[in-house]
């Protein structure tokens, strides 16, 4: 499986970009598409799941992105608007696939954001 993930670049605070995230391969059954980020000294992050249908976001993003998947595309996008200077950071999207009961995660690459302030 392949994820590949693209949109990420440089911004002016207030700003808006569109990530997008597109899985190839070996996928039998995606149950939960995710984008986490890791900014500049700090752990990987979760900013925002789709799974069955339900949204999560980190209290940070509320408000301001937006994600939402194309299942017969096996892609997943994150809106991002009003962006931050503090969302800097690389961004990486997941992908949990299911399997005769069993899952498996995969990652992708990551896309940088910087957002200037």
């Known amino acids: 499986v392949q994820l590949q993930a693209s949109g990420g670049g440089l911004v002016q605070s207030g700003g808006f970009l569109r990530l997008s995230c597109a899985a190839s391969?070996?996928?039998?059954?995606?149950?939960?598409m995710a984008w986490y980020r890791q900014r500049p000294e700090k752990q990987r992050e979760l900013v925002a799941s789709?799974?069955?249908?339900?949204?999560n976001y980190a209290d940070s993003v509320k408000g301001r992105f937006t994600i939402s998947r194309d299942s017969a595309k096996n892609t997943v996008y994150l809106q991002m608007n009003s962006l931050k200077p503090e969302d800097t950071a690389v961004y990486y999207c997941?992908?949990?696939?299911?399997?005769?009961?069993?899952?498996?995660?995969?990652w992708g690459k990551g896309t940088l954001v910087t957002v200037s302030s």
């Open positions: 997941k992908i949990v696939d299911w399997y005769f009961s069993s899952t498996t995660t995969h």
């Open positions: 391969g070996s996928i039998f059954s995606i149950t939960e």
């Open positions: 789709v799974s069955g249908g339900v949204t």
